[in-house]
């Protein structure tokens, strides 16, 4: 375990708030939901019903809501076990529990001042500066009964967090046949975003392929360490794209990646979806059954690792994050725990970061957004 802070000195916290994307948990619920997600977008009906097809084929469920309780379970306990004596809220940005529904109950219970733990570890405007607007609306609704609400700083290079998605890469390298081990790619993957978004995210631009690129070296330098192997060649390619074809989105996508591979005599790869904390749509179908098809297709041995969801290292580091930033809050000089060489983001993001592709938000993140959440 990693102690980025020391003690169990919380204060001025009073709770943890665990903000997340949501999902649908029955097929009543896919349509509504992708309404939600989609809203403003101007998306045609007949992609909602695409995307709805996707999620038919797990029953009409996201995993992401079981993760999430999975991941509050595991906080709660790390919590119980070491401190300190923090409640601990969900709310989602698109589907139930909806964020200013529990931002309400947390003023009823007399929360007064939350750290907020945002389950996307990258810098970008959903990935970011999105939620930073999703609080400060549901704070505008409550008006003065409203918590105080700090997010917490990005995770993407945390021990926490990279650690379990080694050995999750280890362990599905090993499913592999014996003889396919040695020249397996890793295959790092993470949602596209449209470029001009990618080239705006982070205080100073391209944060979101900066980090992306970090946490797939440190993954890949803990998989040859751990398997005593000279050379584990990676990549990193882009997976879930949903934007028009005029506009421009991260490449290569992995489908494509995969054909290049192919191509190029490679007969064995592991998919690790680094962009995501835990399952969520796009990794079980676009990975378990897009790209998985399109290995078979080309006779590509291909696994998936899983994603680094409820380990009780990155319950530790979700413990570390809240003690750290309570220090900062309080005046100290805590340590601040990071691999890498990029080091440990920001506290509060600087206006203008990550900002709205569709120019709109600015004015409610300008007004408030120093001191708010981070």
Avoid at 135 to 140: E, S, T
Avoid at 233 to 240: A, C, G, R, T, Y
Avoid at 292 to 307: F, H, I, K, N
Wanted: glycine share 10%; hydrophobic share 40%; charged share 20%.
């Amino acid at each position: 375990m990693h102690d980025a802070a020391p003690g169990n000195d919380a204060g001025p916290f009073d709770a943890l708030l665990l903000l997340s994307f949501g999902g649908p948990e029955g097929p009543d619920e896919v349509v509504p939901f992708l309404e939600n997600v989609t809203r403003g977008r101007g998306v045609p009906p007949e992609r909602l019903a695409e995307a709805g097809a996707h999620y038919a084929q797990f029953g009409g469920v996201s995993p992401i809501n079981a993760q999430n309780r999975e991941l509050i379970a595991a906080i709660e306990k790390e919590f119980a076990a070491r401190g300190p004596a923090l409640p601990v809220y969900w709310g989602n940005r698109n589907w139930r529990p909806y964020l200013t529904d529990t931002l309400r109950r947390m003023a009823d219970d007399g929360v007064r001042h939350a750290a907020v733990l945002v389950t996307s570890a990258y810098a970008s405007y959903s990935g970011c500066g999105q939620y930073h607007e999703n609080l400060l609306a549901a704070q505008a609704e409550l008006g003065d009964a409203a918590p105080r609400l700090d997010k917490l700083r990005h995770f993407f290079n945390h021990p926490g967090f990279v650690e379990p998605l080694v050995d999750h890469v280890v362990a599905a390298r090993a499913s592999l046949p014996e003889a396919l081990r040695p020249g397996a790619r890793l295959v790092m993957t993470t949602h596209s975003i449209p470029t001009a978004t990618a080239e705006t995210s982070g205080p100073d631009g391209n944060a979101y392929v900066r980090q992306h690129q970090e946490t797939a070296r440190l993954v890949a330098a803990g998989v040859k360490k751990a398997v005593k192997f000279p050379h584990v060649p990676w990549d990193l390619v882009f997976q879930s794209r949903s934007g028009p074809p005029q506009v421009p989105w991260l490449e290569p996508d992995v489908n494509d990646h995969l054909e290049r591979l192919h191509a190029d005599g490679v007969r064995a790869a592991v998919l690790v979806p680094i962009g995501f904390l835990s399952d969520h749509m796009e990794v079980v179908y676009d990975l378990d059954v897009e790209a998985a098809a399109t290995a078979e297709r080309l006779g590509m041995q291909v696994v998936r690792a899983a994603t680094t969801g409820s380990d009780p290292r990155f319950a530790a580091a979700v413990r570390d994050l809240v003690l750290e930033r309570a220090a900062v809050l309080r005046g100290d000089h805590p340590e601040r725990c990071a691999l890498g060489t990029m080091g440990p983001s920001h506290d509060v993001c600087p206006l203008g970061c990550c900002p709205d592709p569709r120019g709109r938000g600015e004015g409610l993140r300008g007004a408030a957004l120093h001191g708010t959440p981070a």
